[in-house]
């Protein structure tokens, strides 16, 4: 049981780390907004976009929550009069995960709305925060005014917005170019068939100015076509392209792919998927060949059988005569001339039924082989 509890803790204790997680506050932001805001920081993150400003957010919050730790173990070990252990030295991973913590309002709302940098530090450390948007509307007849700002120690701002009170717009866009400024300022952004994403403006192919987004234009691919003549050997294969079978060989197939895909099948051969070139008009021979071949032995392996059924009945009905004329000319040998002459007799009887069985097997795989 101990050895087992030994072995149980050493895998724990190789088991390494994950990297840490970025933990962002969202204070009294509506679900739609939330959504809004997780997707613009996951987007960054998934085109592999690191802001030396949010990394040192976490370390700062990692590395102060170490040093306590330490100071916590030092304090305890002065006070049991023991030796302090060697202070231990943080090593800090980059982040690969958000998460998103809601928060509601409490007693201190009005200076967090207000911006007082005594709150919102207050609530940033109380939750063990790196960021947090805060979010405030306010209503006026059909008009709501809101605000989103974002605190990281210092307080920038996000959205500042009016609209019709009855509309629910979506600020996903003006989200993504907000945060691209304030902790991704080489990103740029490019909308390319409706698909909007992140780049380094100084490594694109476009001249690109970073914060704003550049629409492209897809550029539009001529198709051509070729023409493919198909024809198989053995004549009759079934061929099946486009998953679409079809029994007529010869056969002219036009397609713009680049490779042509085609499955060719026949009894008694070995079914094959051929990659034909569809660069240009061609014409394709598709052959097959015989399981016999791909099956090494098979027909030989039968012939043999065969023919040692054959010689097996031979020498068994020779013995059957020779028993049988010996019982007849010398009759003193009763009863056991009887015995092994009915033996002889049974042992030719299975032996000609195994040729017969040998036959019909030699004369099914020739026939799978040659007709």
Known sequence: MRKLLTLFILII?????SASSLRVGLYNVPKELSNELSSALELFLSNNFRSSKLDELCY???NGAFEKEEDLKIHKALIEEKTPAERSTFEYKEFDIIECIELSENSLNDAILSKNIDALNYLKSYNELDLIFIYSVDIDGPLSFIELFVFDGTVNGVLDSVFLTHEEPSFYENILLELGKIYYPEVAFVRENGNLKPVNAELSEYELKPGEITEIEAEEVEIVEHSQLLFSIPYDAKLSVFAID???LPIWINSSEDDLIVSLNKDG?????FQLDNSQDSVHALRLTPKWIKE???????K????RALRNTFLCF???A??????????DIAPWGDIIKSATAGISIVSLINLIKSCGVYYNRAKETYL
Do not use: C, H, M
């Open 322 to 331: 020779i028993s049988s004329t010996i019982n007849n000319i010398n009759s």
């Open 269 to 273: 051969f070995e079914g094959r998927v």
């Open 246 to 248: 079809s029994s007529a």
């Open 318 to 320: 020779s013995l059957y």
């Open 304 to 307: 043999d059988d065969f023919y």
């Open 296 to 302: 090494d032995g098979v027909l030989k392996s039968a």
């Open 13 to 17: 204790a190789l088991i390494p780390l």
């Open 60 to 62: 700062n919050r990692l």
